[in-house]
Every structure is written in structure tokens, then in C-alpha cells.
T-cell receptor
């Protein structure tokens, strides 16, 4: 059974804190993604990675950074959390190549910044 | 750039009613199209997909046909159940590229009443 896990389901942080969101997949997937989900806005891509140590900006990278030191793990970092980063964060992964493969999603982390 | 537009929600139906959720897209080339579903408190999971014109994706009683002439991929189900209550996302993957990037619509929340 394929699995994408995220380190926390719920997280509360204070403004200015450094926040780490961790994502691990057990499918040996090349590609990993971080989205944020907000009501009325759907899913927006923050960053993605197509290989270890490789990263690409998505549509809304400002205020975020990522790290991929191992193939199975993709971390999202909020260097200095702000209240407008309160959101649901979803991690996903998919295999590489030209074959059309689905993205597998984790359960999400609901982050509240106070 | 590529985009997906789906009908605004929420949609409220009685059990056994017919469901249609409209989805249209703008893309260059020949995108692949997907419907994802998010049940309460969970991440997204693939519901169905279609990779070329006139393909019909189907799963769990849901169907969607890839209509290139109308750039549409409407989701339908003949008889909804309470357990179908969820948020539904239409998505596309552009032609070419191997990173598996998806572009999502904003989501349509479906509530089915007994």
C-alpha cells in the first residue's frame, strides 16, 4: 500500500518562528511536491523537486524554502512564519518519466500561525 | 498559461440524485486530465483520469469524458450516496515534461443528504 506521510496533522506556531514540515514517501518516487490549500483558492504549488538536491519554484514560493537531501524525504521550511501562512499544507509524490502517473498525497498539515 | 475552471460550490444533493460537476480547461497541446477527491480530514486521492481525447475515465460509479472540442472534462454520477460527500478537484497535466506537475481547479464541495 503506497504511502505519503506528513510529520504533523496539526501545528500551531508563533509569528517569526522557523517552521519545518516534513514529508516522507515510501514509493521510491522521483518527484515530490508541496502545495497549500486555502478555501476558494484550491491547491497552489509552492515548490517541487524532481531529484535529490534539486528544487524548482512553483506558483507561490515567497516566504518558503525546501530541502531534499534524500529521495524519500522533502521538507518545507517557513523561515519566519507569518499569519498569512496559516493554511493546510499538502505534500505529494509521483514517479518520473513520460508515463502519466497519478500524484499520491499525504493527509495534510493544518498550520496555524498566531 | 494552462488553467482549469470548475463550477463553484457548494453543491447539495439528496441521496440517489444525479451529479454533474463541470470542468473546463485551457491548455496548449494535449493535456492529461484528472479528477481528485478529498474526503473530510484527508489528503487528495485520484478518482479517475483520461489521457487523450474521447477517453472516458471511470471509478466508483463516477465518469468523465475528455472532450477536446469543448475543452471539458465534466464529472458525473448517476446516483450519489451520502458517502460521496467530499471536495472534488479537476486537474490537468500539460503535454510534455516529466515532473508530473498538475494544475488544479479551485474545488467543488459536494454534500449529499440522506
Amino acid at each position: 500500500d503506497v504511502k505519503v506521510t506528513q510529520s504533523s496533522r496539526y501545528l500551531v506556531k508563533r509569528t517569526g518562528e522557523k517552521v519545518f514540515l516534513e514529508c516522507v514517501q515510501d514509493m521510491d518516487h522521483e518527484n515530490m511536491f508541496w502545495y497549500r490549500q486555502d478555501p476558494g483558492l484550491g491547491l497552489r504549488l509552492i515548490y517541487f523537486s524532481y531529484d535529490v538536491k534539486m528544487k524548482e519554484k512553483g506558483d507561490i514560493p515567497e516566504g518558503y524554502s525546501v530541502s531534499r537531501e534524500k529521495k524519500e524525504r522533502f521538507s518545507l521550511i517557513l523561515e519566519s512564519a507569518s499569519t498569512n501562512q496559516t493554511s493546510m499544507y499538502l505534500c505529494a509524490s509521483t514517479g518520473g518519466g513520460q508515463v502519466i502517473r497519478e500524484q499520491y498525497f499525504g493527509p495534510g498539515t493544518r498550520l496555524t500561525v498566531t | 498559461g494552462d488553467s482549469v475552471t470548475q463550477m463553484e460550490g457548494p453543491v447539495t444533493l439528496s441521496e440517489e440524485a444525479f451529479l454533474t460537476i463541470n470542468c473546463t480547461y485551457t491548455a496548449t497541446g494535449y493535456p492529461s486530465l484528472f479528477w481528485y477527491v478529498q474526503y473530510p480530514g484527508e489528503g487528495l486521492q485520484l478518482l479517475l483520469k483520461a489521457t487523450k481525447a474521447d477517453d472516458k475515465g471511470s471509478n466508483k460509479g463516477f465518469e468523465a469524458t475528455y472532450r477536446k472540442e469543448t475543452t471539458s472534462f465534466h464529472l458525473e454520477k448517476g446516483s450519489v450516496q451520502v458517502s460521496d460527500s467530499a471536495v472534488y478537484f479537476c486537474a490537468l497535466r500539460g503535454y510534455g515534461g516529466s515532473q508530473g506537475n498538475l494544475i488544479f481547479g479551485k474545488g467543488t464541495k459536494l454534500s449529499v443528504k440522506p
